[in-house]
């Protein structure tokens, strides 16, 4: 028996952008992408059937992508409320990545990035639903009530190619050096 196909919906800052995107990603069988214009729509949509994954874009006209995030974690009347999100973006700051934390974004792709790319990422989150929790609101990970930032840590080194931010840790390192049992 064949799973269900799992619904993604995309919000970009252009509905060229959309377009593209949604063709990539729909390449893959076994998801469905439906195409939003405006928040409103997404949100109409959410009230009335479930999402599996919402690839949203910093750069629309609208309302920040993560005050979107932070409305549809906090309504109580969407189906999806808890729904993994990646956000796309040209360019990412401190106090964006700060937001992006806070809000439960899960993840910030730089712009521009190959499509497949997000394809990728989008089946990896698939896979591996990191959100948790209905009662008591968004528990995704590492957001458990602490945003932790070591001191005198080097920042990690990034190649030209990555598009990918990291918002949290790796949390297969130690993250103090000496308490490892």
């Known amino acids: ?8 919906a995309i919000l970009a800052a252009s509905p060229a952008l959309s377009s593209l995107l949604a063709m990539v990603v729909e390449g893959d069988s ?7 214009d405006s928040e409103i729509e997404l ?3 959410m009230r009335l059937a479930p999402l599996d994954m919402l690839v949203c874009d910093f750069d629309r006209q609208e309302r920040p992508a993560y005050e979107m995030v932070e409305a549809i974690r906090l309504n109580g009347e969407l189906i999806s409320q808890e729904v993994p999100v990646i956000a796309l973006t040209r360019q990412i700051t401190p106090p964006m990545r700060h937001q992006a934390i806070s809000a439960g974004i899960d993840e910030v792709i730089i712009k521009p990035m190959s499509p497949r790319h997000l ?14 929790g209905t009662l008591g609101g968004y528990r995704g990970p590492d957001r458990r009530n602490r945003i932790f930032m070591p001191i005198a840590t080097p920042a990690p080194t990034r190649r030209a190619s990555d598009n990918v931010v990291p918002l949290f840790p790796d949390r297969r ?7 490892e049992h």
């Open 1 to 8: 028996m064949t799973q269900p196909a799992k619904v993604v």
């Open 30 to 36: 076994s998801i469905k992408v439906r195409i939003f």
């Open 43 to 45: 949100l109409a949509y």
């Open 119 to 132: 394809l990728q990422r989008i089946q990896v989150r698939l896979r591996s639903r990191s959100v948790v």
């Open 173 to 179: 390192k130690p993250q103090h050096p000496g308490l």
